[in-house]
């Protein structure tokens, strides 16, 4: 079993709509909690950064975690065709090296 | 420039010889890491550096796997006798230190193709 389960996509949606991407983790022991755009042939950029359960947002994009049950989300409103891409997640132990564990990726595109 | 360099952006080469990937980071960041994405795949820790150390390696598939940081900048990860499955982006990111978090900023990346 993969550390990092995210569904591959691709997801096609149209212009406006509001996009919901999720990851599953298995492992307690990660503490922060990650969301990278990567466009093609590009390496991953950074979107959302968070290490509490909760919500937080930044503009278009809600990133929201619950330890609980091991989930995360990520939420963009109004999402824009500049929006498609790969969007990875990521976690990453306290006490580690600070290497990042990624899902595999959700392709999304937003349909003018 | 201002992010992450990685050279050559492509590198195709045989089975079996030797290849050289090269990162250059972002000025004044201490911590350097390596990933490997593979087609469809997130991208796979392979080794990370703090200043002139390989802090953990714990991520090279095999001894034909190899990364130096000699001046604590600079990081080449080299790859000897490469096979097919070798194949896929290798990707290095660099942040300035490695206390609580710290963002690491990625390059774009090596194409690596080993026919």
């Known amino acids: 079993q993969k550390e990092v389960e995210q569904d591959p996509g691709p997801l096609s949606v149209p212009e406006g709509a509001i996009v919901s991407l999720n990851c599953t983790y298995s492992n307690s022991a990660f503490q922060y909690f990650m969301w990278y755009r990567q466009y093609s042939r590009k390496g991953p950029e950074l979107l959302m950064y968070t290490y509490s359960s909760g919500n937080k947002e930044d503009g278009r994009f809600t990133a929201q975690v619950d330890k609980s049950s091991k989930y995360i989300s990520l939420f963009i409103r109004d999402s824009q065709p500049s929006d498609s891409a790969t969007y990875l997640c990521a976690v990453r132990r306290r006490d580690s090296s600070y290497k990042l564990i990624f899902g595999s990726g959700t392709r999304l595109l937003v349909r003018p | 420039g201002a992010g992450v360099s990685q050279t050559p952006s492509n590198k195709v080469t045989e089975k079996g010889k030797y290849v050289e990937l090269r990162c250059d980071p972002i000025s004044g960041h201490t911590a350097l890491y390596w990933y490997r994405q593979s087609l469809g795949q997130g991208p796979e820790f392979l080794i990370y550096f703090q200043g002139t150390g390989a802090a953990d390696d714990s991520g090279l598939p095999n001894d034909r796997f190899f990364a130096v940081r000699p001046e604590g900048s600079v990081s080449t990860l080299k790859i000897q006798r490469t096979e097919r499955g070798d194949s896929a982006v290798y990707l290095c990111?660099?942040?300035?230190?490695?206390?609580?978090?710290?963002?690491?900023?990625f390059g774009p990346g090596t194409r690596l193709t080993v026919l």
């Open positions: 990111a660099s942040s300035s230190a490695p206390d609580s978090y710290n963002e690491q900023f």
